[in-house]
Every structure is written in structure tokens, then in C-alpha cells.
């Protein structure tokens, strides 16, 4: 990629993958006009295979339009689908304490509720861009208002159960800050002159370098105790290479949105540095899905597996730090990681991509989208490749 026609090749891949492929095959199909909002579970063809409706996706698909229609171009249709997504948000996804569901049926019956908040939080980035997207004030202020309710869930000791007893075993999980400065990102788009944003996406950033980052191990762990104490157990040792790589890209933007703010650049790419060190296979290629921090054996069956999603996150954080760099070994991964991915998640005949691959890179499951694969990670890797090319193009 070190010559402009390099880059313009690579930006035809992601921009032409993103409008002639991954749009096409979520839209119209995936959009509900009978019960509104939309459906995410379809099989490898397309075809509607469980109408339960994420509520996580409802705030993902109308963030991922309305920023299409903000940055890309001004299409109606874009705008549209989105105003459905918000309209369906409104409607049946918030409970009557303020938080939202997790699950509803096709009719916008509610079926689960979660104790984590990224229902929330997706609803909080898709009300934000949607804000931007129409220039209206009160989506802006409700993006504002659900973002307070989030905070203070997060931050009132009790209001949130704990994933295990508190009294025995205090921990936090590197989820949260790394969804809090990602969202607050968003929030400024819409808000830029409101301070939460900025102290949010402090704060996280100081939390994830103080409390989450080991240098002993070279690697972000998923789960510490309350002030960053490593816990030697499986919980404690997990790493999710994935995640973490996702958390460095984010902090890398920050500095990109900075003016390649040094520090920031810096202690991004160290994560993005640890996480192919330590999630590449070597033997196969591709990303392990967990990893364990002392290369210990991990509990979960499906650890050496390859998913879409890491692989998604880790092709746009080495191209943009490649982008902020300089740095020949981000662009020698970013061509490791995308000539992997391409290789075996794009499905020739239907279009977009498998979610989950064997360790060796064969189909595990032909499913196109579930509760949790949908139009959010590819077309947002699409997009944001799309947009770093040219302007290093």
C-alpha cells in the first residue's frame, strides 16, 4: 500500500464492499415495515430465520445509516431506514425506569432485560447521529439525557447487580470504559460543546491505562479487580484480543481527532502492538478469539475460533495507526489481518460475510446475522477504512 495506487485500490475494496455488497444485503430485507424497527437474524441467503428483534441492533443499524447519510452522502433512503430504526427505539425497546430491554419479539414485546447497559449505550450513538443527521435538538438532548441515566447506573454503587458477589470477589471489566469513551466520541459529534463528553472520554482513557494495561503481561485484560489488582484466575487472566484491539483504535482516533496527539498515539499503538503479538495465530492465521495473559489454557470452548468482528477492528486500528505513524510493521498486519479476513469470511455467492470460522478458517455456522452480528462491525470497518484512505490518498 506504499504507492497511491495501492491505496486507491484498497479504498475501492472497502468503499465498493461497503455500497455494492454489505448495504444490499441488509437493506430492504432486514427493515420490518409490518411492526417497524428491524430484524437481524438471517441466513446465509438472506432469509428472515428468527424474528426476535436485538435491542443492541436497533441502536446499531440507525447509528451506522445515519452516519452513512452524514459523511458519505445525503440519501434519503439512508435517512429513512434510520428514522424507522429511531422510531422503533421510542416506541418499545425503554422499560419504565429509563433503561431499555435486550430482546423483544417482532411486535416490539419485551422478552429480556439485561443487567449490562450497551443497549443503552446504542442507543445513545444512534440517537446522537440521527440528531445530526435531521438537525434536530431533542434527539441530540435525548442522546444527552440517556447518556446521564447511563452514567449514573454505572456509577451508583447497587443500582447495577455485579456479574459475581462483590463482597467476595470485587472486579470491573474493561467493557465499560472502553464503551464509555467510544460513545462519549459519538456524543460530541452531535454536542461539541458539551464537557461530559471530553471528561468521559478522559477519564476512560486514564482508567484504561492505569487500571487495565500490564506491561508484565503485554497485553489489556478483560477483568481486574476495583483498582486494577490482577486476579489469577480464569476471569482475571482472560484476554480478548478482540476487544482490546477495538479499545486501541479508539484511543488512536482520539489522537487523530487531537491532532496526532503524541501521548495518545503512543499509548494506543502499544495496544494495538500487544494485541497482534498476543491474538495473531501464527499456525493459521487469523485472530484467537480469548487468549489467556500467563499462556495459560482457556475455560471457553470456543477460544481458538475466528470471528468476524476482531478481525473487522483489527484491519481499521493498523491501517489508522499506520495512518498516524508512519510505521511500516502496521502496514505489513493490516495486510496480514485483511488478506486473512478476505480470504475466508466473504461469502462469493450470497454476499457479506460469515461470522464464525473454525480455528482453520472453515465455515462454522452459514447464518449472516443473529443477536449479535448484524450491520454494525463490517459496513463500520467499510466506512471507516474508506474514509482513512482518502485522506492519505
Known amino acids: ?47 428472515i430465520i428468527h424474528t426476535d428483534k436485538s435491542v443492541w441492533f436497533q441502536g446499531r443499524f440507525t447509528w451506522m445509516l445515519a452516519t452513512l447519510y452524514n459523511t458519505v452522502e445525503k440519501k434519503a433512503e439512508w435517512l429513512s431506514y434510520a428514522k424507522h430504526g429511531i422510531e422503533f427505539l421510542n416506541k418499545y425497546c425503554f422499560d419504565n425506569d429509563g433503561r431499555m430491554f435486550f430482546s423483544l419479539t417482532r411486535e416490539g414485546r419485551p422478552l429480556r432485560k439485561r443487567r449490562y447497559i450497551f443497549s443503552e449505550i446504542f442507543a445513545v450513538i444512534a440517537l ?48 465499560i470504559p472502553m464503551v464509555l469513551l467510544v460513545t462519549a466520541q459519538e456524543l460530541r459529534k452531535a454536542l461539541p460543546n458539551e464537557p461530559l463528553c471530553q471528561q468521559v472520554i478522559d477519564e476512560s482513557i486514564s482508567e484504561v491505562e492505569r487500571d487495565f494495561m500490564k506491561p508484565e503481561f503485554k497485553c489489556v485484560l478483560e477483568c481486574v479487580g476495583p483498582k486494577g489488582e490482577f486476579l489469577d484466575n480464569f476471569d482475571g487472566r482472560t484476554v480478548n ?9 479508539f484511543i488512536l482516533e482520539e489522537a487523530r481527532i487531537r491532532g496526532k496527539d503524541r501521548r495518545l498515539i503512543e ?52 491501517l489508522l495507526a499506520y495512518q498516524l505513524t508512519g510505521e511500516e510493521k502496521y502496514l505489513r498486519w493490516h495486510k496480514a489481518v485483511h488478506d486473512w479476513a478476505y480470504a475466508h469470511f466473504p461469502d462469493p455467492l450470497h454476499g457479506e460475510w460469515y461470522g464464525y470460522l473454525h480455528r482453520d478458517g472453515s465455515v462454522s ?29
Open 1 to 47: 500500500m506504499s504507492s497511491l495506487q495501492e491505496r486507491k485500490k484498497l479504498l475501492a475494496v472497502y468503499r465498493d464492499g461497503l455500497l455494492n455488497d454489505t448495504i444490499p444485503f441488509w437493506f430492504p430485507r432486514s427493515v420490518d415495515t409490518e411492526h417497524g424497527g428491524f430484524i437481524s437474524s438471517l441466513d446465509r441467503d438472506g432469509t
Open 128 to 175: 446522537a447521529s440521527y440528531g445530526i443527521a435531521t438537525d434536530d435538538d431533542k434527539y441530540k438532548k435525548q442522546a444527552l439525557e440517556l447518556f446521564k441515566l447511563v452514567l449514573k447506573y454505572l456509577r451508583t454503587p447497587g443500582m447495577l447487580p455485579g456479574k459475581t458477589n462483590s463482597e467476595v470477589r470485587p472486579m470491573k471489566g474493561l467493557v
Open 241 to 249: 484480543p478482540g476487544h482490546s484491539i477495538e479499545l486501541g483504535w
Open 267 to 318: 499509548l494506543g499503538a502499544k495496544i494495538v502492538d500487544w494485541c497482534m503479538e498476543i491474538g495473531w495465530d501464527s499456525e493459521c492465521g487469523g485472530i484467537y478469539y480469548f487468549r489467556d495473559a500467563k499462556n495459560l489454557p482457556c475455560t471457553e470452548y470456543w477460544h481458538d475460533m475466528k470471528f468476524w468482528w476482531p478481525h473487522n477492528e483489527a484491519i481499521i486500528a493498523n
Open 365 to 393: 455456522t452459514q447464518l449472516k446475522g443473529n443477536m449479535w452480528k448484524g450491520f454494525f462491525h463490517l459496513p463500520r470497518m467499510q466506512w471507516y477504512c474508506w474514509q482513512r484512505l482518502e485522506e492519505m490518498s
